[in-house]
């Protein structure tokens, strides 16, 4: 029997299915609703979709011959995100050194977008409320040595005080205990004895660095997500009866029975996986740096990858907690198909950050929405089918064009013009989430195509390209299950960190500093079952008096002064490139050593992307005969409608036209056109991009021929314009 393995993710409005055969590579994809309410349920909808498997959880029934077996399962989940973005975090306990329990109001103090605001210096909101923070005596100095010893009948006395009161999620953040986590696991050891029910995060295991605000923090979001995840990943694997794996936020997996001890690592688990899903197949394709966006029901998530591997950073938040864990750098802004345009007080036209979801969900849904969204508004105009996932989900166009029409009566617009300003904006938040990650990362954005996938990731492709620049839109084969496909490109890794802050950096104290760091991910990949992995050594440096490092790779190999020049030499070409500057030979700015960090990778077999030949279509609508639709681009045109399952490499279509296929729709608008490459993508270019001449209008548009070729394609390697009716 053949052997297959599955990735599951599970977004706000859609759960994405990916199947890969192990012998073949052949892939099969799918998609369902998302189920809020128990994500499991998505979940496991969402494999029974792909047939009879033979797996750990409901089993085929007697007559049901399995297609295959599973021999793994990788879970992109929105749990511990959710509950962020969401504010559910209650009941929380934080202990810290004595005298230290103000570091959550001394935070860090920012100036606010506009200086008009009565508050000037605004700092963000308690995680955890006054009366919930206690402190134990005991003090360790920069370098972990013991200053004061540990008062455990103190600590004895927190443990029960939290436990009289019933707060069970609780975080431990000790000064210093970056450099030494004994009173941590002191302390730990005195909750386990005095108060068992409650579950504890330490600083030392979830983030051994120092900066006491965020480690505070982001050891405080880890208790807060525990236990939900907990639950969750208990419920899951009941239900499943197999092991799986989580995706985490750096780019690599873990199995499921290790991820519920550092939940936090997943907070940014699905746009992770797309960003890495998306860099796989661009650099396949020729393009080893682009942007990514993933378009989803209720957000978009932008990355951006430079030589095959996306920017990381520990500089990332989740909602409003600053989150410094090792994380893929993603920009989220509320511009989805489910974001809702409203009139704000002003009298202006808005559009999100709200969503109307998966329940209702837009209007077109028919499940009781009553706000318009942008799906609603891509539906109105034509852009999109009226159904999603190849019929499974019909829309109703007549109550969308009815709220439509409702809004845009209280506007004084008509109900096209409206339709258009809704997208309009979407594309501007869009383009605005792209420049937050290029421009203000010192990337010129003319210089990196796009990548663009999710169920709504394409229908603003070419908006985007007049808007930024950009040279030109990838839409990868399956654009809405890309994410998916992402988790079963993914390596199992770990990251390790240790704080040592010298400008005179030995070579054996490096030396020791990093082999411990990679005896530890040795040993949690050793339990992962990897006997052979990989180290990835890398290191956070700085000019001494700046207040923030700049990560560089570390060579492997042997810690020598060839080593030590080769990390000095990457680090003043990156804060050259990053800051246009740097200082090589001069002695009046040294350079100071601050993190020395270690990612332990399992690597694992991908699945392979292979060149398409012309023919090598799917069946499904070949013969169907071409159609066409009213659709509006400024003005309606009459434009084709085509199947994107019949277009060979080599093809090529002129806008206006709408290309569709089970989990995405591509409108490609006058003056753009579309090329299928040799892997099935499809590149979205300015017409006079493309050809060298003919500016981007509508003109000399007509009607398909259905005689040219198969739907509507010209001896089947292009499509004629759309035509206004």
């Known amino acids: 029997m053949r052997s297959v393995r599955i990735g599951v993710d599970t977004g706000g409005t859609f759960t994405d299915v990916v199947m890969v055969d192990e012998l073949t590579g052949e892939l099969v994809t799918t998609k369902t609703p998302s189920t809020p309410a128990n994500p499991a349920d998505g979940f496991l909808a969402g494999i029974a979709k792909l047939g009879p498997l033979e797996w750990g959880g409901s089993p085929p029934a007697e007559d049901d011959e399995p297609l295959a077996a599973i021999s793994g399962i990788v879970h992109g989940t929105t749990v511990a995100t959710n509950q962020l973005l969401e504010d559910r975090v209650e009941d929380l306990g934080f202990i810290t050194t004595e005298g230290f329990e103000f570091i959550l109001e001394i935070a860090r103090q920012s100036v606010p977008d506009g200086y008009g605001n009565s508050y000037f210096w605004v700092k963000p909101p308690r995680i955890v409320p006054v009366h919930r923070v206690k402190t134990v005596g005991g003090r360790l100095d920069h370098r972990g040595a013991e200053v004061r010893p540990f008062d455990e009948a103190e600590a004895a006395e927190v443990a029960r005080w939290f436990r009289d009161r019933g707060v069970t999620a609780i975080g431990v953040c000790f000064l210093h205990s970056y450099a030494n986590p004994a009173h941590e696991r002191r302390m730990r050891a005195v909750l386990a004895r005095e108060h068992p029910e409650a579950v504890v995060s330490l600083s030392s295991d979830v983030l051994r660095e120092y900066r006491e605000y965020e480690r505070s923090v982001t050891t405080l979001i880890d208790a807060a997500v525990k236990p939900t995840m907990q639950r969750y990943i208990a419920n899951l694997s009941d239900r499943l009866g197999m092991p799986y794996s989580v995706m985490k936020s750096n780019g690599g997996i873990l199995s499921a029975g290790e991820v519920v001890h550092q939940p936090i690592t997943t907070v940014l688990s699905g746009p992770a996986a797309g960003a890495l899903g998306a860099a796989l197949i661009a650099s396949t394709a020729g393009h080893p740096s682009v942007i990514t966006l993933d378009g989803g029901g209720t957000s978009t998530d932008v990355a951006v990858v430079v030589d095959g591997e996306p920017s990381i950073t520990t500089e990332g938040s989740v909602g409003r907690y600053p989150c410094k864990i090792p994380m893929i750098d993603i920009v989220t802004v509320g511009a989805g198909g489910g974001s809702v345009a409203w009139i704000s007080p002003e009298g202006t036209l808005k559009v999100g950050p709200r969503s109307a979801g998966a329940d209702p969900g837009p209007i077109c849904y028919g499940k009781g929405g009553t706000e318009v969204t942008v799906t609603d508004a891509h539906v109105f105009l034509g852009r999109i089918p009226p159904h999603l996932l190849g019929g499974e989900i019909p829309l109703d166009v007549d109550a969308a064009a009815a709220g439509v029409a409702d809004l845009a009566e209280k506007l004084g617009l008509t109900p096209e013009r409206l339709a258009e300003g809704i997208l309009e904006i979407s594309a501007f938040n869009q383009s605005n989430a792209i420049r937050q990650i290029t421009v203000k990362r010192g990337l010129d954005v003319r210089d990196f195509p796009l990548v663009t996938f999710g169920g709504s990731g394409p229908l603003l492709a070419c908006r985007l390209i007049d808007i930024l620049g950009l040279p030109a839109v990838i839409v990868p084969p399956d654009p809405g299950t890309v994410s998916a496909f992402g988790l079963l490109t993914v390596d199992v890794k770990n990251d390790y960190v240790r704080t040592y802050v010298t400008r005179e950096l030995s070579l054996e104290t490096a030396a020791d500093l990093f082999a411990s760091l990679e005896r530890e991910a040795a040993q949690a990949l050793e339990r992962e079952g990897f006997d052979e992995p990989v180290f990835a050594r890398s290191a956070d440096l700085r000019y001494y ?116 296929e089970y989990g995405s729709t591509i409108p490609v608008h006058p003056g753009f056109t579309a090329t299928v490459d040799d892997f099935g993508n499809l590149e979205l270019r300015p017409a006079s991009a493309a050809t060298g001449s003919g500016p981007r209008s509508g003109s000399g548009a007509r009607r398909p021929n259905r005689d040219e070729g198969r739907d509507g394609l010209e001896g089947g390697a292009s499509t004629p314009s759309g035509a206004r009716p």
């Open 545 to 660: 008096g700046q207040a923030y490092e700049v990560r560089v790779p570390a060579p492997a190999g042997p810690i020598d002064e060839d080593w030590r020049a080769e990390v000095l030499d990457r680090f003043h070409q990156a804060h050259e490139r990053l800051y246009g500057y740097a200082y090589r030979d001069d002695p009046r700015h040294a350079v100071e050593w601050v993190n020395l960090r270690v990612s332990g990778i399992g690597p694992i077999t991908r699945p392979a992307i292979r060149r398409r030949q012309p023919g090598d279509v799917l069946a499904a609508g070949a013969n169907e005969p071409a159609v066409t639709r009213t659709v509006h681009f400024g003005e309606p045109y009459d434009a084709p409608v085509l199947q994107r399952a019949t277009l060979d490499p080599g093809a090529v279509v002129h806008g206006p036209a709408v290309i569709e």
